[in-house]
């Protein structure tokens, strides 16, 4: 194959003079370069996604306190009926409470004295509710906090007066006190 000069100038100056010009690369040699940049742009989103949902779901550790009270209280508490009602904290014999999350359920992480306490609950959404079972009939069961000295919700019964449950309310504290007077108070 004769070298006339044309091609010599046409070639690169690192080619050898012997390569064939269909051997040559042509082209861009960074036309993948798109497809990388937009799967790096892909992570990044999820990862903010991730980053924002945490911060704003602001996931804590709750506890819930079990407390016995001397006097029933109504549909209409307030705060000062929550301290005339003669509450004092108590063990846990045999109660079980239960968190749900928009629809799934679940238990204490851990149970110490008279205390339910659960990790990494989203604190800043609508959708958290409890459930409390008793171990004896209860006349009412309150949820406040203690705190902002606020009644969050009067709970609901079953017929048997066992099961009460309720929504633990919006933008919720990390101490809630549960408030049960029982049947024979």
């Known amino acids: 194959m004769a070298d006339d000069g044309r091609d010599a100038v046409a070639r690169a100056r690192h080619e050898a003079a012997w390569t064939h010009q269909d051997a040559t690369v042509r082209g861009s040699a960074g036309r993948n370069r798109g497809w990388v940049m937009l799967a790096?742009?892909?992570?990044?989103i999820?990862?903010?996604s991730i980053f924002a949902y945490n911060r704003l779901m602001n996931f804590q550790t709750v506890t819930f306190e079990l407390q016995t009270c001397q006097a029933s209280l109504g549909e209409d508490v307030n705060w000062a009926d929550v301290e005339a009602a003669g509450?004092?904290?108590a063990p846990i014999e045999g109660d079980r409470l239960t968190m749900w999350h928009g629809g799934d359920q679940s238990s204490a992480d851990e149970v110490t004295g008279g205390a339910w306490v659960f990790d990494g609950v989203p604190v800043n959404?609508?959708?958290?509710s409890m459930q409390i079972d008793t171990a004896v009939p209860a006349r009412s069961?309150?949820?406040v906090e203690p705190d902002k000295k606020q009644v969050r919700t009067v709970l609901t019964s079953d017929s048997a007066r066992t099961r009460w449950?309720?929504?633990v309310g919006?933008?919720?504290?990390t101490t809630l006190w549960v408030l049960v007077t029982p049947e024979g108070g």
């Open 141 to 143: 069961v309150v949820l």
């Open 165 to 167: 449950s309720g929504y």
């Open 170 to 173: 919006d933008r919720a504290a």
């Open 40 to 44: 790096v742009g892909f992570a990044v």
């Open 125 to 128: 959404t609508v959708v958290n």
């Open 87 to 89: 509450c004092a904290p």
């Open 46 to 48: 999820a990862l903010l």
